[in-house]
């Protein structure tokens, strides 16, 4: 198959989920890939606003029509997606092997001075099942990409990081950083198609594990030690101080902190 199928770049949309979805419904074969300079309704999870100013952050969703994938699976999708960006991110920025992390379940993150993470990238992802398998899905990813540390939000400042902060204040190049995202892409979405997922580097990619996490879902807060993932059903698995281990679904939760 052509790789991506889709390429369309947009100055301006309200949202590169709807593009995306909407080519899905219309037919139009995997792999569909919308990407936008700007963004006026951009969304993360559960809903949250999700805003950056022109050009300082790469946004771009991808449509998939997975072969033969059981919906158990689904999340596996936002998974590659952002194990490819985090080895992208490195590459271009010219960051060091492991200066990137995934906080569970996928956001891309860096370690702070502080002992505490701030966020560079968010990934949310949107499945449609239809019986035994997943019929299509979409996959946004907004990477804080060329962003100055000036610029940030002051709300969110304390908890967010850009590539080219990590990077001593170098620009980065977003059609660079989307090239080497999809040349990363490619390679672990077919293995995903051959029904190989690399369990262990997303594992070893999550920076949850051994830390302190705070969990809240809709029906309370869970916090203990994060004790690592399931690699069948994406769960994070969280060790209570006095009691048994806990997994915890990703359509569960609002917000995953690490302490």
């Not at 792999?31 to 771009?60: D, H, I, K, M, S």
């Not at 060091?96 to 966020?119: C, F, M, Q």
């Not at 190989?196 to 949850?208: E, I, K, N």
Request: negative net charge.
């Amino acid at each position: 198959m052509t790789f991506p199928a889709r390429l369309e770049r947009f100055r301006a949309v309200d949202s590169t989920q709807r593009v995306v979805r909407e080519w899905l419904e219309q037919g139009v074969p995997e792999v569909a890939v919308a990407v936008a300079g700007y963004q006026t309704a951009g969304r993360g999870r559960n809903g949250r606003e999700w805003v950056a100013p022109p050009g300082a952050a790469l946004l771009v969703s991808v449509g998939f029509r997975p072969r033969d994938l059981a919906p158990i699976h689904a999340w596996r999708m936002p998974a590659v997606v952002a194990l490819a960006m985090r080895d992208a991110a490195e590459a271009v920025a010219g960051l060091k092997d492991g200066t990137l992390w995934l906080k569970w379940p996928n956001d891309i993150v860096a370690d702070a001075a502080d002992g505490g993470l701030r966020k560079v990238c968010g990934v949310l992802g949107e499945s449609v099942a239809r019986g035994d398998r997943v019929e299509s899905a979409v996959v946004g990813i907004g990477v804080n990409s060329d962003w100055k540390m000036i610029d940030f939000p002051w709300a969110i400042a304390p908890t967010m990081a850009s590539l080219r902060e990590l990077a001593g204040k170098r620009p980065i190049d977003n059609d660079q950083l989307l090239g080497a995202f999809l040349d990363r892409l490619e390679p672990r979405y077919e293995a995903l198609l051959g029904g190989r997922f690399d369990s262990g580097g997303w594992s070893a990619a999550q920076r949850t594990t051994d830390r302190t996490v705070v969990v809240e879902t809709g029906s309370g807060e869970i916090t203990g030690r994060g004790a690592g993932v399931d690699p069948e059903t994406g769960a994070l698995l969280v060790q209570h101080e006095h009691g048994p281990l806990e997994r915890v679904d990703s359509g569960e939760v609002i917000r995953c902190r690490v302490i």
